[in-house]
């Protein structure tokens, strides 16, 4: 597992409830000389714009927040993969919906100000730092899938923090 900020030169599939991961979409050269079966790549996509006016200063923003998986960077060893591996790994790529939800729940509570830039880039950056805590306890406690009662409990997890954020779901 890995995630983290990655340019969008690439492809990349957006987060979407209905649509699950495929072995096919895991197009990465497979990492040697590791235990690991699989990696999956994915990110949180952040953009935002704020309007001013010359006479009131700023007066709206919008925002961009999107769940990515880079299929390019994501890589899998055909001989290890299964499809419980492959759950793995797709609970990786919700945890990072996960915090898009987060994120765009934190952001609907931010007002208009001379100092939104810096509040809309302090909350990107809080949302990056704890998602990749929770993914390195997830990775930790469920030791890479091994442990099957932990990693039941990350799934039962997981499934109900997204259901709370469920108003920031992407579309």
Known sequence: MFFGLYP???EVISWSAEK????T???GAPQQNTSAAAMVASGIT???SVKESSDRGYV???TNVEAHFYPN???YIKERANDY???HEQLHFDLTE???RKLRSQISKLKISPNIKKELNALHDKINIELAKEQYRYDDETNHSLIVEKQAEWSDFIKSELSKYVDYASK
């Open 60 to 62: 709206s923003f919008d």
């Open 73 to 75: 960077k994501s890589w």
């Open 25 to 27: 979409d895991f197009k």
């Open 98 to 100: 996960l915090y898009v």
């Open 85 to 87: 591996i492959l759950a």
């Open 20 to 23: 699950k991961l495929e072995w």
């Open 46 to 48: 952040f953009s935002f």
């Open 8 to 10: 969008i030169d690439g």
